[in-house]
């Protein structure tokens, strides 16, 4: 089993920057495959970005290329994402995600094992 808490969301204006953190417990860090989802009101879980065990390889969402980086710490067992330029519509529920796996279709939320309870990003115009 894998605890995954995140923290960093807040609400802020547009053009503005957050970063998020995600911390995992209770199963090797440098195993896993880490992403993150956002699930707007009214609206379906969407990819956000991913990044692989090693830290060498991700993917991003069409939407947030260029505006959101994903990076991971192994001395803390973390994973970040670091939004800049957020937009009213990056408003949503932020969730880490931790997959045991090399996930082939890591867009899918299906692909993860463990979910962390979500950060609330507000970004107002």
């Known amino acids: 089993q894998a605890q995954l808490v995140e923290s960093g969301g807040g609400l802020v204006q547009a053009g503005g920057s957050l970063r998020l953190s995600c911390t995992a417990s209770?199963?090797?860090?440098?195993?896993?495959?880490m992403a993150w989802f956002r699930q707007a009101p009214g609206r379906e879980r969407e990819f956000v970005a991913m990044i692989n065990w090693s830290g060498r390889n991700a993917h991003y969402a069409d939407s947030v290329k260029g505006r959101f980086t994903i990076s991971r710490d192994s001395a803390l067992n973390t994973v970040y994402l670091e939004m800049i330029d957020l937009k009213p519509e990056d408003t949503a529920a932020y969730y880490c995600a931790a997959g045991i796996y090399s996930p082939v279709d890591y867009y899918t939320a299906t692909e993860y094992n463990y979910w962390g309870q979500g950060t609330q990003v507000t970004v107002s115009s």
């Open positions: 209770g199963r090797t860090f440098d195993t896993l495959a």
